[in-house]
């Protein structure tokens, strides 16, 4: 890569056009050829005679790739000219330390211009970017060693009115070989045999920095093209290390249907669209697990889904309308092995992402003490019960009131609890405006999450109510609770499992019961009779387990919100783009 050293030399210019552009200009000393080279500062203004020309002709500025394909295999050079992207260059010829030119070997290689520098009126020296690898390369363009100059001949001046032409962030492929440069330090380069082609040149400026998270908002492009992509890819590891978890394990990956006339399968509401043509409601999943468990039911073993499901709520700091998920099912897994499994996939995921992150120019301590945390543990979660650690915090024996009676319920609140849970109206008539479920959670949240699931290493909290979890299975030995638990990391949950229900009539029974407190709580399930008779065909012993993986993304990549880690933001930005 070529250094240069800054001299503290500036001058300011004036283009001829009727809009006077002011740019500024550095003197700088090239290590290279140990001639001093002028480079084109970034931050200048686009000239306005450069973008008549462009908009005038458009063709000729944004070529087909397939144009410049039949240009280059009707041409006389018999040079064959391989396509080779900018990591692999710096793979085969820069980490091999590579020490001559090698003339022979033709290259054609497509980036994005980082610097301009020009030395003297017939050498050129260009860092070309490859934007998603954020690998540079250093192209070498020297008029005197352009192969096509006795077939095509070029002037010096029409080089020069070429390569001024060019900017900061404009597109270009270039044709040439590998080599290195002419001075001691023999910086490896690709040494370009033909004037480059410009692919896509940059109408607009673009930032030098961009921090206001306002801004990034309103433009993830821009924020991309200045901050770089490197969370976007991150997260792309990230779903790709859960991918190949399951299916080393044999797990069968499926797709389920987004769209249908009933969403179901967790306590949300869908959002509502309609079908043109039959004029019929349909709402949008706002979970996979009813499909999944159908599946099962079919005849297959173990299965998993990583998708898109939708819940018509409120945006804040971990929660978007859209979000991805991961739900896996397999036949004749009991609980234990469902936390087996859970705790299995998080060693997995941080086992692979640590070397990839440490690959980049991040700086991250979350991942690196979550893995001595779950090392120092046996790689084993945090246990908690959820009624026992309820009961003892608030003094009350849970196992004598009625789980399912809002009135019962809400008796052993203390009522300055009552008030900084719920609002006025759900006080005044708790039986028509809240749910058993809704003040269970609302109480778990308060003396079980904030307590006891604070800190890093994952905390679970199992055997969730009865009245909590309708499509769970019932536990043997307590018939208050069910075979359920969640994962919490930092106050937030993250894994939601179970061992699922697999009786047709109990199942009915736990929709019914649900459905009694629609009215009150409008997320409850509904009753899916179609379900119900599908499970009478026969469903084995399953275990299943839900993971939210922007959430996830979250705490790997040590974002504060979620529209950190979605390419557009949640949906208030999206909006706005």
């Given at each position: 890569?070529?250094?240069?050293?800054?001299?503290?030399?500036?001058?300011?210019?004036?283009?001829?056009?009727?809009?006077?552009?002011?740019?500024?200009?550095?003197?700088?000393?090239?290590?290279?050829?140990?001639?001093?080279?002028?480079?084109?500062?970034?931050?200048?203004?686009?000239n306005?005679?450069?973008?008549?020309?462009?908009?005038?002709?458009?063709?000729?500025?944004?070529?087909s790739?397939?144009?410049?394909?039949?240009?280059?295999?009707?041409?006389?050079?018999?040079?064959?000219?391989?396509?080779?992207?900018?990591?692999?260059?710096?793979?085969?010829?820069?980490?091999?330390?590579?020490?001559?030119?090698?003339?022979?070997?033709?290259?054609?290689?497509?980036?994005?211009?980082?610097?301009?520098?020009?030395?003297?009126?017939?050498?050129?020296?260009?860092?070309?970017?490859?934007?998603?690898?954020?690998?540079?390369?250093?192209?070498?363009?020297?008029?005197?060693?352009?192969?096509?100059?006795?077939?095509?001949?070029?002037?010096?001046?029409?080089?020069?009115?070429?390569?001024?032409?060019?900017?900061?962030?404009?597109?270009?492929?270039?044709?040439?070989?590998?080599?290195?440069?002419?001075?001691?330090?023999?910086?490896?380069?690709?040494k370009c045999?033909?004037?480059?082609?410009?692919?896509?040149?940059?109408?607009?400026?673009?930032?030098?920095s961009?921090?206001?998270?306002?801004?990034?908002?309103?433009?993830?492009?821009?924020?991309?093209?200045?901050?770089?992509?490197?969370?976007?890819?991150?997260?792309?590891?990230?779903?790709?290390?859960i991918?190949?978890?399951?299916?080393?394990?044999?797990?069968?990956?499926?797709?389920?249907?987004?769209?249908?006339?009933?969403?179901?399968?967790?306590?949300?509401?869908?959002?509502?669209?309609k079908?043109?043509?039959?004029?019929?409601?349909?709402?949008?999943?706002?979970?996979?697990?009813?499909?999944?468990?159908?599946?099962?039911?079919?005849?297959?073993?173990?299965?998993?889904?990583?998708?898109?499901?939708?819940?018509?709520?409120?945006v804040?700091?971990?929660?978007?309308?859209?979000?991805?998920?991961?739900?896996?099912?397999?036949?004749?897994?009991s609980?234990?092995?469902?936390?087996?499994?859970?705790?299995?996939?998080?060693?997995?995921?941080?086992?692979?992402?640590?070397?990839?992150?440490?690959?980049?120019?991040?700086?991250?301590?979350?991942?690196?003490?979550?893995?001595?945390?779950?090392?120092?543990?046996?790689?084993?979660?945090?246990q908690?019960?959820?009624?026992?650690?309820?009961?003892?915090?608030?003094?009350?024996?849970?196992?004598?009131?009625?789980?399912?009676?809002?009135?019962?319920?809400?008796?052993?609140?203390?009522l300055?609890?009552?008030?900084?849970?719920?609002?006025?109206?759900?006080?005044k008539?708790?039986?028509?405006?809240?749910?058993?479920?809704?003040?269970?959670?609302?109480l778990?949240?308060?003396?079980?999450?904030?307590?006891?699931?604070?800190?890093?290493?994952?905390?679970?909290?199992?055997?969730?109510?009865?009245?909590?979890?309708?499509?769970?299975?019932?536990?043997?030995?307590?018939?208050?609770?069910?075979?359920?638990f969640?994962?919490?990391?930092?106050?937030?949950?993250?894994?939601?499992?179970?061992?699922?229900?697999?009786?047709?009539?109990?199942?009915?029974?736990?929709?019914?019961?649900?459905?009694?407190?629609?009215?009150?709580?409008?997320?409850?399930?509904?009753?899916?009779?179609?379900?119900?008779?599908?499970?009478?065909?026969?469903?084995?012993?399953t275990?299943?387990?839900?993971?939210?993986?922007?959430?996830?993304?979250?705490?790997?990549?040590?974002?504060?919100?979620?529209?950190?880690?979605?390419?557009?933001?949640?949906?208030?930005?999206?909006?706005?783009?």
């Amino acid at each position: 890569m070529l250094r240069s050293r800054l001299y503290s030399i500036r001058y300011t210019c004036k283009l001829r056009s009727s809009n006077y552009l002011r740019c500024t200009r550095r003197l700088l000393h090239d290590n290279t050829t140990g001639t001093n080279i002028t480079k084109i500062n970034a931050v200048k203004l686009q000239n306005k005679e450069r973008l008549d020309k462009i908009v005038n002709n458009v063709t000729s500025h944004y070529p087909s790739m397939s144009s410049i394909q039949m240009v280059q295999s009707d041409s006389s050079n018999t040079n064959v000219n391989k396509s080779i992207n900018i990591d692999k260059f710096i793979s085969a010829y820069v980490d091999r330390k590579l020490d001559k030119d090698l003339p022979d070997i033709g290259l054609m290689m497509n980036g994005r211009i980082e610097t301009i520098r020009t030395a003297g009126k017939k050498m050129c020296f260009i860092d070309l970017k490859d934007t998603q690898d954020n690998q540079i390369v250093q192209l070498i363009i020297n008029y005197n060693k352009l192969s096509n100059k006795e077939n095509s001949p070029l002037t010096e001046k029409e080089f020069i009115d070429r390569i001024s032409f060019l900017r900061k962030n404009d597109y270009i492929q270039v044709l040439g070989y590998p080599g290195v440069s002419e001075n001691k330090k023999r910086t490896i380069s690709l040494k370009c045999t033909s004037i480059p082609i410009l692919l896509s040149p940059i109408q607009v400026p673009l930032p030098n920095s961009l921090s206001n998270d306002i801004k990034i908002n309103k433009n993830r492009v821009l924020n991309y093209q200045v901050n770089g992509i490197q969370t976007m890819v991150l997260r792309s590891h990230i779903i790709n290390s859960i991918r190949s978890f399951f299916l080393r394990k044999n797990f069968i990956e499926v797709e389920t249907p987004i769209l249908s006339n009933s969403a179901n399968g967790a306590n949300a509401l869908p959002f509502v669209t309609k079908l043109n043509y039959n004029n019929q409601n349909l709402q949008l999943r706002i979970a996979p697990e009813l499909w999944l468990k159908r599946l099962i039911i079919g005849g297959l073993n173990q299965i998993f889904e990583i998708g898109k499901v939708f819940r018509n709520e409120s945006v804040d700091s971990t929660h978007n309308p859209e979000f991805t998920m991961l739900e896996c099912y397999q036949r004749y897994l009991s609980m234990n092995d469902l936390i087996d499994l859970a705790q299995t996939l998080f060693k997995h995921i941080i086992k692979t992402m640590i070397p990839i992150i440490e690959g980049t120019n991040i700086q991250n301590d979350t991942i690196h003490e979550l893995r001595r945390l779950l090392q120092e543990n046996d790689w084993k979660f945090n246990q908690i019960e959820f009624l026992p650690t309820l009961s003892k915090e608030m003094n009350v024996h849970f196992d004598k009131v009625d789980l399912s009676d809002c009135t019962q319920l809400m008796s052993v609140i203390p009522l300055e609890v009552q008030k900084e849970l719920f609002t006025s109206l759900e006080l005044k008539s708790p039986q028509t405006q809240l749910s058993p479920q809704r003040i269970l959670d609302k109480l778990c949240g308060k003396y079980i999450e904030s307590n006891y699931c604070q800190g890093l290493l994952p905390t679970i909290i199992l055997h969730h109510p009865v009245v909590m979890s309708p499509l769970a299975k019932i536990n043997t030995e307590n018939d208050l609770i069910s075979q359920r638990f969640e994962v919490f990391i930092k106050g937030k949950e993250y894994i939601n499992a179970y061992e699922e229900e697999n009786c047709p009539q109990l199942q009915l029974k736990k929709f019914q019961k649900q459905h009694e407190f629609k009215e009150n709580d409008k997320e409850s399930l509904d009753i899916d009779y179609q379900y119900v008779e599908t499970m009478k065909s026969g469903m084995p012993p399953t275990g299943g387990m839900g993971l939210g993986i922007d959430r996830l993304c979250m705490l790997l990549l040590e974002k504060n919100r979620i529209e950190q880690v979605l390419p557009f933001g949640s949906l208030d930005d999206v909006n706005i783009q």
